[in-house]
Nanobody, 123 residues
């Protein structure tokens, strides 16, 4: 298991940008697949992006592809998501998550979760 702490959320105007960070504990961060999910009021938690542990291959939900970029810095035990051209529809609590194994894009596949950080995009 790994403990995760998100930061970087806030209030931005539509078209603006935010970068979220997720700091992980432990010495084996590089072995974890890392993901970002989000949950808006009245909606199920949905996949946003993921990055593999080995190759650094990235995966994105269609709704964010081209606007969001996930990255990781294993030396800092941190995963990021750069969010550009934000839309009101991006408003949600954003969670980072970690799993061991191959990349998956479902909530159930991730065993470690942060507390979440609120992102609000105004129009």
């Amino acid at each position: 298991q790994v403990q995760l702490v998100e930061s970087g959320g806030g209030l931005v105007q539509a078209g603006g940008s935010l970068r979220l960070s997720c700091a992980a504990s432990g010495r084996t961060f590089s072995r974890y697949v890392m993901g970002w999910f989000r949950q808006a009021p009245g909606k199920e938690r949905e996949f946003v992006a993921a990055i593999s542990s080995s190759s650094g291959t990235t995966y994105y939900a269609p709704s964010v592809k081209g606007r969001f970029t996930i990255s990781r810095d294993n030396a800092k035990n941190t995963v990021y998501v750069q969010m550009n051209i934000l839309k009101p529809e991006d408003t949600a609590v954003y969670y980072c998550a970690a799993r061991l194994g191959v990349v998956r894009t479902t909530e159930a596949a991730f065993g470690s979760w942060g507390q979440g950080t609120q992102v609000t995009v105004s129009s």
